[in-house]
């Protein structure tokens, strides 16, 4: 037993140079992997940077472009927004006397998409971009807000370098305005939209709830059963709300025009004035709907803000469209 001891004791001996080499090794390779961690580092800064470039360009282009200005002027017109100012420090000036939040806005985007991941959502980033900054020139946009769960760091980081907050948990749609807020949400799924009415189902909040999303009456067109569009909300509140549709004013043969087109396609801007909100409100039926709605709990996933897939194109022969 004696020998077999000692025979151990060498063995772990000649196994000690081993666990140093191994060492050695582990820390050679912890350095390569910090120099490649550094150059991945790197590389997401550049790609971060590119894509802050490009939408900064994007919303560059979409300020003079139809599908811009005619939504500002449908949001500016339904909540009767100062006219814009000449200057900077103007704007400045009437940001300051609208402190008693008459004319204060807030921005929330829902359902982009990772900018890392697609051309849609950088595009839909530089709307949203472009919008506040129209908005910023008639109001006080003091509130800007993104979310979608497919949102990554990086994303964050982009988000937050054109003015946007990122919401830290998935609400579902399930947000009641506290001020007049503009939704975008482009290419949503129904239940989304679903979400924010009832969410603002009241005299004090529809008429301040803006959706800049799918179009309703879309919807109401793609639906064949009737029992289906019984209960569909955006289908019921056709007769109360007033909808604008939004084309670019890119001809097609533009090189950016398949690009918008992708993007913003079926896109439109939905306001409740406040004659017909108070119609709707008084609606039983479609009260009953809403209150269903309102009372569910929100699926623990993302499923209720991952963008559906984009309907086809509208005709481009429309430019704008109201119901009147």
Known sequence: M?????WQLVTRRAKQPKAKAKKAANAGFTYRDDGRRQRHEDDAGARRDAICER?????AA???DDLLQHAVTAIASHWQLHSARGSESDASEGAAHCGDGESEVH???????????????????????ALQEALAAKAAVRVMEIFDPVMNETDVEIAAHFGFRTIERNECGKRAAVARTVFFMPHCGRTLYENVLA????????PDVVIVGNSFEAYSDRLISASERRVNVLVGVLPFVSETLLRTSLPKVHDEFTQYEAAFNDLSVHVFPPARALEALQNEALAAHVAAIADSKPKDSGELIAAAPAPAPASPAATARSRG
């Open 62 to 64: 979409l300020r003079n």
């Open 2 to 6: 004696g020998v077999d001891g000692e």
């Open 107 to 129: 921005v929330v985007s829902y359902g982009l998409g990772s900018f890392c991941a697609a051309s849609n959502a950088v595009y839909q980033l530089a709307f949203a971009r």
């Open 55 to 59: 939408v900064a360009r994007v919303a």
């Open 199 to 206: 969410s603002n189902w009241s005299a004090a909040t529809l």
